[in-house]
């Protein structure tokens, strides 16, 4: 089974990287990482493993072109559903000018923080863990990605402070059990419909990286199966990140409507989730942190109850080393309460970037 | 060919060297000699050595790092970026991931730098301003910070 997903891995690859040119300087960096996933106390009828060992790599490439830039990223995982092999980000992109940027593929969508600041790449962000919300797999009922157009601009003052804009239209995803986002080398995999979302945010210049916003999202997600017709979902959010010499602290509020048509009669809910992490660095090898996760007004809710592996509530603390300036061990542990179980998980994971 | 070799040698020894006994240092910002490059500002060189892109008067910018000196380099991460070498890596990193681009390209032999800012229009790179003034074919573009190494 492995064998066989991790073929088709390959084969995706291989196809993406015949459409990436090569140029003389580009960014080509491997994001390797292994994860030991220890669960206690997961009820049986979760589809969730005691155990689990997951190795991975994302593989990244970047180039300019003049003023066209070329974006891809694919990821190999193991365990990852429903696929081991995918491509994550496919972009084309075109500077109008230095601060602006039109993108057409396949992006990650302007939803909060974390799912744009930090992707896959582990290497890159201090905890093992997403939020839940925005995680990864078949648990989150917010897309991470869409595939169409995507506008990035920035405004900066002489002080480097600033706005910043991103409007992302494309392919939504389609719901089922979890959401199927569009493949961009499979184009009959599951429904899709269209969404929408727009974020702006204020950041502040010199060499802390402060910045809050807004984000207004507008989805509307085709079922995959026939006890679904779609689903009509609006979001609505702010988001933060302040950095204080050793001391970071970064967050994230959603607002989450849907209106679901289905044969069986319409349904409709909404919930609120709210994600807070903080950091402090004692040492610049070492960085401990806490975070805090929860969801107001879930229980019961028709659409989350298509995301059965959805993390309501979570209180997590870590510890991660960097064993080389790119290399880095991470150890977390977390008390995680679904929609219908609760557990303990400990992560430990390696992770790293070449070159 | 001895003029070359003197050349060569001039530009290993100038170029990454501090310099010697002389309290107070100036960090200046240098291209090729016969580019038509304009002012850059601070705030515009912390950007394109982020990897942030920069046009200017119609020219693209684009940041070279001098690695070829240890001090050359702490100099100019701690007082021009503001950060460690490991928070600077990082952020690089971490900008490429999520806008793309490239990060800028890094030199740890002066020679092939000179060369790369002769070869590539809009080229700019650091240097201490009395080895840029040695450095042939270099001309000086802007100050970027002046002041004590003791």
């Known amino acids: 089974m492995h064998t066989d997903l991790c073929r088709r891995g390959l084969t995706r690859l291989a196809l993406l990287a015949a459409l990436l040119p090569a140029p003389a300087h580009a960014e080509f960096i491997l994001f390797p990482q292994l994860n030991q996933v220890e669960r206690r106390g997961v009820a049986p009828g979760i589809n969730l493993e005691e155990h689990e060992f997951k190795p991975g790599v994302d593989i990244f490439y970047s180039s300019d072109h003049g003023r066209l830039r070329l974006l891809g990223e694919f990821e190999i995982l193991r365990g990852k559903k429903p696929k081991a092999g995918t491509v994550e980000r496919l972009q084309a992109g075109w500077l109008l000018n230095p601060d602006t940027t039109v993108w057409l593929g396949r992006h990650h969508t302007p939803f909060g923080y974390w799912n744009t600041e930090y992707h896959h790449g582990s290497y890159l962000q201090s905890a093992v863990t997403r939020p839940g919300i925005i995680d990864f797999g078949s648990g989150a009922p917010l897309a991470r990605h869409l595939t169409g157009l995507l506008l990035e601009s920035a ?133 401990l942190y806490a975070r805090a996760e929860d969801t107001f007004g879930g229980d019961g809710d028709p659409y989350l109850g298509f995301f059965p592996t959805f993390i309501e509530q979570r209180g997590l603390a870590g510890v991660t080393y960097m064993l080389t300036p790119n290399q880095a061990i991470k150890l977390e542990a977390a008390d995680v309460r679904l929609q219908s179980d609760r557990f303990t998980q400990i992560n430990l994971q390696w992770s790293a970037a070449f070159p | 060919m001895k003029r070359r070799l003197f050349l060569g040698m001039m530009i290993v020894v100038t170029l990454g060297a501090a310099p010697a006994s002389v309290p107070a240092a100036r960090l200046v910002l240098v291209t090729d000699a016969a580019s038509e490059m304009p002012a850059i500002g601070s705030t515009e060189v912390r950007k394109l050595f982020l990897g942030k892109p920069l046009v200017k008067d119609g020219l693209r910018i684009q940041a070279l790092r001098n690695e070829t000196n240890d001090l050359l380099r702490e100099v100019f991460l701690q007082k021009v970026m503001f950060m460690s070498a490991r928070d600077y890596e990082r952020q690089l990193l971490s900008n490429v991931f999520r806008e793309g681009g490239e990060r800028p390209a890094a030199y740890d032999q002066p020679a092939p730098l000179v060369e790369a800012l002769r070869a590539k229009p809009g080229a700019v790179t650091y240097m201490w301003e009395d080895a840029a003034r040695a450095t042939p074919n270099v001309k000086i573009v802007s100050e970027l910070w002046q002041g004590s190494l003791e």
Do not use: C
């Not at chain 1, 702010?238 to 069986?264: Q, S």
């Open chain 1, 155 to 287: 405004h900066a003052g002489a002080d480097e402070s600033g706005l910043r804009y991103s409007f992302s239209v494309g392919a939504s995803p389609g719901v089922g059990s979890g959401l199927k986002e569009f493949d961009i080398l499979d184009f009959n995999d599951g429904n899709h419909s269209w969404g929408s979302i727009l974020r702006v945010t204020h950041h502040w210049g010199g060499a802390h990286h402060t910045e809050m916003g807004a984000f207004a999202g507008y989805m509307l997600l085709p079922g995959n199966n026939a006890t679904l017709h779609e689903v009509r979902q609006t979001v609505l959010g702010a988001l933060g990140n302040w950095e204080h010499r050793r001391v970071r602290v970064l967050g994230e509020a959603y607002w989450v409507n849907d209106i679901i048509d289905r044969p069986a009669g319409n349904a409709s809910g909404s919930f609120i989730n709210v994600n807070l992490q903080v950091e402090y660095k004692p040492h610049e090898d070492w960085v």
